[in-house]
């Protein structure tokens, strides 16, 4: 469905322009290590900068360009540079070894890759057999031989300097392609036009009451769907994103956000277990800080209390959505936090959740069904996949594969993925209750629970636990703490300690690579032993 922003955007690069000519002189992005600031109309016009290097090299509207950089204003440069002439941009995460981007490359045809100096010296496992690549745009000189006839294209941020793009296309054109982190599975090609992103970036600018007077410290990759989400919302609004990669150290990062006066933060739970045990977040007077949002999987209840504490006033926002659906589904509004307490809450402006039996029925209050979104969020499909794209979008809409239920009020709970509901002898057990469970435990820092073949009863739940520094639990004692908390077959059988759990390049938990090591016991106590991933 061709739809447009209220203020009229068509093209994503829209909301770039206005700011430039309403707010030229205003900070768009800050690098928090150096200093240097990029204004709204100087991002323009090296927006402008990079479609021409583009068009020069012989990119046309609607190739496809692939983005291989780090969080940066030659990263945000060449996106809206892509989007603003009516080609389609193609993230990739710059921690991706070039190895794992090179099939990617050749999937979505890209015709042209933007890429860091370090990985350019890699550029032979870039340039993949029956890919569609003809060129390379790099900041830096070409090293001595490039992959089979691969052009080079040299640029400098100081050159990156043009005319705006002139907005080209439809609403309905295809913006971007963004591979999901590949956690159930191989990753996917998810397609999203420019209405589908404008319309989700309404929602939720809308919801979180994003105004030009905001702030946030970019810690989450722009190359995947949250992060994309929270550029594109800041540069809508108006407002100004630090950028700060050094999110492996969250001493670092509270820093940056106390010296930056921020007024919010984004981050997957991981980001905020690291800064409230790993730093003096809690302890830091930010008189700015007015809001913190949370995706990517549930929020455990001890850090938003911990935040709740320090900042009383404080807007947490508990969220949920999917790449396929351009990035949020719903939100927990703040004032519901105590009220409904492990909900994802509603759905956001636009978008229609329904909880379906198998058959597409409804499924009544309290019963667990597969929860479907209808919205123009929703992407048109995956790329090279029909069959997979049919299994997801059927006449009722996006079938998310995440099991939910829907109390009394209309509020939403997640159960677990489809395929990480574990079947154990005759009951049903969501990984997700059992999380939540350990997360109350005093000295839990992170966990995850999977089901593991059992002889006996089909599947065993299976617990992977992280403990904060100086805590000492055994096996014994967490499943004797879970008690108050769980029915005896939703304690874990299996409990192991790691030094920590091993993640996607997007920071979410990867319960596949936990499955892959996690060795099936020989038999007798299935307490595991310590162990790190």
């Known amino acids: 469905m061709s739809s447009s922003a209220p203020d009229g955007a068509r093209n994503l690069c829209d909301y770039l322009a206005r700011n430039a000519r309403n ?22 016009r090296k927006a402008g900068g990079a479609a021409e290097i583009l068009r020069q090299a012989g990119v046309a509207p609607g190739d496809r360009v692939g983005l291989y950089l780090d969080n940066s204003p030659e990263y945000a440069a060449f996106l809206f540079g892509v989007l603003g002439m009516g080609a389609t941009a193609v993230p990739f995460n710059a921690a991706l070894l070039p190895q794992s981007v090179a099939p990617l490359l050749a999937d979505c045809g890209a015709k042209a890759l933007v890429l860091t100096p370090q990985h350019l010296r890699a550029a032979t496992h870039l340039a993949a057999p029956g890919g569609a690549l003809e060129m390379f745009i790099c900041a830096a000189p070409p090293p001595r031989e490039l992959p089979g006839g691969t052009a080079f294209h040299p640029y400098t941020i100081d050159t990156l300097e043009g005319p705006p793009p002139r907005a080209a296309g439809t609403p309905d054109d295809l913006a971007l392609i963004l591979y999901t982190s590949g956690t159930t599975g191989a990753p996917k090609g998810v397609m999203l036009s420019h209405a589908n992103l404008i319309a989700n970036t309404e929602s939720i600018l809308a919801y979180l009451g994003l105004a030009p007077d905001d702030s946030q410290v970019a810690v989450l990759p722009w190359a995947y769907s949250y992060g994309n989400s929270v550029l594109l919302t800041h540069i809508a609004a108006g407002a100004r994103l630090v950028l700060d990669n050094r999110v492996n150290y969250p001493s670092t990062i509270v820093q940056t956000i106390a010296d930056e006066r921020v007024t919010g933060f984004s981050g997957v739970q991981s980001h905020y277990a690291l800064l409230v045990h790993k730093s003096d977040f809690c302890r830091r007077d930010l008189p700015c800080f007015r809001y913190a949002t949370c995706a990517g999987g549930p929020f455990a209840r001890p850090l938003i209390e911990a935040l709740r504490k320090s900042w009383p006033k404080l807007r947490i926002f508990c969220m949920y959505g999917q790449t396929e659906a351009s990035a949020r589904l719903s939100y927990l509004p703040p004032e519901h936090l105590d009220a409904k307490p492990g909900s994802i809450g509603i759905p956001i402006p636009g978008v229609e959740l329904s909880v379906l039996r198998p058959d597409g029925a409804e499924a009544p209050p309290r019963e667990v069904g597969e929860l479907v979104a209808r919205g123009p969020n929703v992407m048109s499909g995956y790329l090279n ?30 159960a677990g993925r489809k395929r990480d509901i574990i079947k154990t002898g005759g009951n049903r057990v969501s990984p997700q209750e059992v999380e939540e469970a350990l997360l109350r435990l ?13 002889p006996l009863f089909g599947e065993a739940v299976s617990a992977t636990l992280v403990l904060r520094e100086g805590t000492t639990l055994s096996a014994k004692s967490v499943r004797q703490n879970l008690r108050p908390w769980l029915e005896s077959f939703k304690i874990p059988t299996r409990i192991e300690f790691a030094a920590a759990l091993p993640k996607t390049a997007a920071g979410k938990t990867d319960k596949d690579a936990i499955r892959r090591r996690a060795q099936p016991p020989p038999g007798g106590d299935l307490s595991g032993a310590a162990s790190a991933f």
């Open 385 to 414: 996949a029909p069959d997979k794209t049919a299994e997801v979008l059927r006449p009722e809409g996006l079938w998310t594969g995440d099991m939910a239920w829907r109390d009394e009020d209309g509020f939403l709970y997640i």
């Open 23 to 44: 707010r030229p002189e205003a900070i768009a992005l800050k690098n928090a290590i150096d200093g240097k600031t990029t204004a709204y109309e100087g991002l323009l």
């Open 442 to 454: 005093d000295g839990v820092l992170e966990c995850a629970v999977v089901g593991l073949p059992d």
